[in-house]
C-alpha cells in the first residue's frame, strides 16, 4: 500500500494529556487562543478561519464540540468547520493537509461523556506525487456512505473505539483527514450533491512521528452542493 502522507507533529501542546491511558482522558492544557468552540449556532466558514490561522502558527490545535442540546449539529458543525479548514491551509501552504484525532471530553463529575467530543488537528504533509483519491473507484476503498448529524456521532464514537482498541492492543493509532467531493446525484434528486468523506489512515500514537497509508473506510455526509 503506498505511503500516502506523513505526520508533520513532533510534539502537538496536549498530546501527552490526550494520549494517557487510553489516550481519551480530558482535554487540557490548551489556551483559549490555540483552540476552538463549535456550537449549533456556528458559521462553518467562521470556525474553520479559526481553525486555520491558529495552524498558521502551531503545529495543532483543539476544535471542541459544545454539546448543548439534544442534536449532534455542534458535532456535525465541528467536522465541516476542519474539513473547509483543510481548503485554507492547503491554499495557504501547498502540499500540506490537515489531519485530526477524534477524542472524547470529561462531564462535569470527571467521567468520560460518549457525547463530548473534541479533536486534535494539526497539519500534514503528503508523501510527494501522492494525494487522497479522488473517487472510490478502488480496490483500496471499501464504501460505506452515511447520511446526517446522527450517522456523523455513530462515525465518530467507531473511529474512538478504534483508536482505544488500536492503542491498547497493538500500540497503533488511526486519524482522520477530510475531504468535500462532489458526486453527480442528477437523476436522483436533479442536482449534484456535495459529500463530506472522512479518510481514516493509520499513523503514530497520537498522530506523533509517523507515517500513514490509505484506510480501507469511506464515511461521508451529504450535502446539497
Request: charged share 20%; proline share 5%.
Amino acid at each position: 500500500m503506498a505511503l500516502l502522507v506523513r505526520a508533520e507533529l513532533a510534539d502537538p501542546p496536549g498530546a501527552g494529556l490526550v494520549g494517557q491511558g487510553s489516550g481519551l482522558g480530558p482535554v487540557e492544557g490548551f489556551r483559549p487562543a490555540c483552540s476552538s468552540q463549535v456550537k449549533s449556532e456556528t458559521c462553518v466558514k467562521d470556525a474553520a478561519g479559526a481553525i486555520a490561522k491558529v495552524l498558521q502558527r502551531l503545529s495543532s490545535t483543539l476544535v471542541t464540540a459544545l454539546h448543548q442540546d439534544d442534536s449532534h449539529q455542534a458535532l456535525n458543525k465541528a467536522l465541516k468547520a476542519l474539513a473547509v479548514s483543510r481548503k485554507y491551509v492547503s491554499d495557504q501552504e501547498p502540499g500540506q493537509e490537515v489531519g485530526f484525532l477524534p477524542l472524547l471530553r470529561s462531564n462535569p463529575w470527571g467521567n468520560l461523556d460518549p457525547h463530548l467530543f473534541a479533536f486534535l488537528a494539526f497539519k500534514v504533509s503528503l508523501v510527494p506525487g501522492v494525494s487522497l483519491k479522488a473517487s472510490d473507484a478502488t480496490d483500496l476503498n471499501a464504501v460505506m456512505k452515511a447520511g446526517g448529524q446522527a450517522a456523523l456521532f455513530v462515525a465518530m464514537t467507531a473511529v474512538v473505539g478504534a483508536r482505544r482498541r488500536l492503542k491498547r492492543e497493538h500500540a497503533q493509532d488511526i486519524m482522520l483527514m477530510p475531504q468535500w467531493f462532489t458526486e453527480d446525484t442528477t437523476a436522483q434528486l436533479g442536482r449534484q450533491s456535495k459529500f463530506l468523506r472522512l479518510n481514516v489512515l493509520p499513523c503514530g500514537l497520537n498522530g506523533v512521528q509517523g507515517t500513514a497509508r490509505q484506510s480501507s473506510v469511506r464515511v461521508t455526509e451529504p450535502q446539497a452542493a
